[in-house]
């Protein structure tokens, strides 16, 4: 059987196979000079008076197209190896009718079942473990210099890591079993996408922020929340508009200003003579957030920190690899009733 | 004598529709068994409840003494050649005997290899550039290969030329006197089967109409002809058939075992292909004869 599901499998395999090792070979050439750049750069910069703000964000800027190509190659594999090597996998036999001779070889359908996903599962999540490898390790040195892209984000935290083998493991149960209910190819490989991409939605929508409760803190107003202050001309009342701060590599689900008894406001508004007012522009800025702090406006973020990256990213494998298994014992189940 | 199918009660159903009905079946071991009846009748229904691909909705199947496809070792002992003799296009024959060969632990390469170089095929060539006999004669031959002791076939000549036919049915038979296989294929054409089987059934919108030995079946079926008479005053254990009239003449085609007396009828011997006829129709208590004939041709 293990015989028959390679020779079955071959031809997809050693195409993956090929396309990892290009891919492979161009990351490991270009790699480790990206890391130097980034290395020398830094070091450079850090002697300097003006910091690495600028280095940052020149090196990004530069290598922003391979990041977001390699990023979104990680994203859709999963998707393309549900679509493609999932979902054919019974279809395919249903169509031709070969399901009729194969079920009747002395092997029993379980057996059958069993070694066709055990195998092609185990190289759907070896692949997608490959390419997420070579990614995350090639774009570390960008990673850090993202600063719209925290890497517990939307886009890189599914990106990165080992959460593509989950994503893959899945995508694959997903297709073989949408496969087995739908039985042909084509509308069982659009179901596939359908449910595979609302999945991949609703994660970061309702799933991924609760993994952990989300780490609350206060803080005041600076440079760093502070999207501007509003003054009408002629007069009027005065007032700071904040933005979500940037915390490094961290997810932020939610920021808003509160007043000093600690309910939310949409801005905070400030005396028109005050420190803050366009009349008083000798007294600066820092003069201004003095007397945000004064009237006792602060900000309340919720996040989840950097620092949950890893713990995360085995949840979620885990979470994915469970529903993986869930679908494949449907499988299993399915495949003992009538499917002639 | 003992069964190498049994079938008690057996019945199939997909949503509201019968598709095999009240089976009741003993096939005794060591015959070519042919099953007849028009498309629909429920004959691959049948078929895939002794091979296990279908399970029953009622009623319970026993096949060689044990359920179908319960396990490994009684998938080995039942060969299935399934409608349109499906074979992996991709794959070339080689393949397919090593398919086999890593399958079944029973499997007879040398048969195999045989019967592949005696048919002509290159065992380099892919299934799906095959003739439809030769990918008929491809499935066979992993149906053999794997020495079952009983092989079941569904329409495997319904596609093939007249020739292809009478080969791949040689090639049939001479595997089942050389194995001692007992043999199920099944046909909507009597005439495929008049020449290899031995035992006949004869199923007919869902429901199995007749089930016996030919050579008996033909012993006990006789066609009566005489002057118009209504055929419900008959004798007892004189069964009726099938019954046409015209305005001064009655046909009858009846069962019995007894011998028959009344010499107002002239009896006359049937052939397999008028039996079959016979049954496919309506039951005979209609008196009227103007069924249409299903599937006399294709």
Known sequence: ?340 | MTAVIEAQGLGKRYGQRWALSDCTLAIPAGRVVGLVGPNGAGKTTLLNLIVGLLTPTSGSIRVLGGRPAGSPAQLAKVGFVAQDTPTYAGLSIADHLKLGARLNPGWDAALARDRIERLGLDPASRAGKLSGGQRAQLALTLGIAKRPELLILDEPVAALDPLARREFLQGLMEAAAEHELSVVLSSHLVSDLERVCDYLIVLVDSRVRVAGEVEELLATHHRLTGARRDPTRLPADQHVVSASHTDRQTTLIIRTDAPIHDPAWTVSQLGLEDLVLAYMGKPADTGRNDRPILEVQR
Request: with cysteine.
């Open chain 1, 1 to 340: 059987m293990i015989w028959l599901t390679w020779r079955q499998f071959r031809a997809a395999a050693t195409m993956m196979a090929a396309a990892l090792a290009v891919l492979a070979a161009i990351l490991s050439l270009t790699g480790p000079g990206l890391a130097d750049d980034y290395a020398t750069g830094i070091a450079a910069c850090t002697t300097q008076s003006g910091g690495c703000s600028n280095f940052v964000q020149r090196f990004f800027q530069d290598h922003q197209d391979p990041f977001l190509a390699l990023t979104a190659v990680v994203l859709v594999l999963p998707a393309l190896i549900g679509l493609f090597w999932g979902t054919p996998l019974i279809t395919r036999e249903l169509e031709a009718g070969t399901h009729r001779l194969v079920w009747n070889q002395s092997i029993t359908r379980t057996r059958w079942l069993a070694v066709k996903l055990g195998l092609t599962g185990l190289a759907a999540m070896t692949a997608a473990g490959l390419g997420s490898l070579a990614v995350t390790w090639w774009s570390s040195p960008i990673d850090t210099t993202a600063a719209n892209f925290p890497r517990m984000g939307p886009l890189l935290f599914p990106a990165r890591g080992i959460v593509p083998i989950g994503y893959a493991a899945f995508a694959f149960a997903l297709g073989v079993t949408v496969g087995m209910l739908v039985r042909r190819t084509l509308p069982a490989m659009a179901v596939t996408l359908v449910v595979f991409v609302a999945v991949q939605i609703a994660m970061p929508l309702l799933v991924r922020p609760h993994l952990l409760p989300p780490t609350r803190s206060t803080i005041e107003i600076t440079t760093s929340n502070l999207d501007g202050i509003n003054a009408p001309q002629g007069g009027g009342p005065v007032r700071a508009i904040v933005k979500a701060p940037t915390i490094t590599g961290a997810w932020i689900l939610s920021s808003h200003a509160v007043d000093a008894s600690g309910h939310a406001v949409d801005t905070i508004p400030l005396s028109s003579s005050g420190a803050c007012a366009p009349s008083q522009p000798q007294q600066g800025i820092s003069a201004c957030f003095a007397e945000i702090k004064r009237l006792g406006y602060r900000q309340q973020v919720t996040y989840q920190p950097s620092s949950r990256f890893w713990p995360f990213q085995w949840y979620e494998t885990g979470i994915y690899t469970a529903l993986a298994l869930g679908l494949a014992g449907f499988c299993f189940w399915r495949i003992r009733q009538s499917l002639s």
